[in-house]
């Protein structure tokens, strides 16, 4: 599976999971590791890639670190969208 259309079903299962629990990097690589059948290292190859450009991001709270998709203000305060 081509890196595009990985990080493609790694957003959907992250809009998927929005609002319902915060998701850790490794709950989001053995997730997607499972469902596409990829290697969690290629899964979270991808996870990295999509972080770097602000598509998702990490969330720290209550001493524990997340991974989430960013808010329009978010991707606005980082000049990611007008």
């Known amino acids: 599976m081509e890196t595009a259309e990985l990080q493609d079903k790694i957003f959907a299962f992250m809009e998927k999971m929005k609002g319902k629990k915060k998701l850790k990097e490794k709950d989001v690589i053995k997730a997607l590791a499972e469902e596409t059948a990829e290697a969690p290292d290629n899964v979270k190859k991808a996870l990295r ?7 998702l991001m990490y969330s720290y709270g209550g001493g524990a670190s997340s991974v989430e998709i960013p ?8 000049g990611l969208i007008k």
């Open 49 to 55: 890639g999509m972080i770097d450009i602000g598509r």
């Open 71 to 78: 808010s329009e203000e978010y991707l606005r305060e980082k």
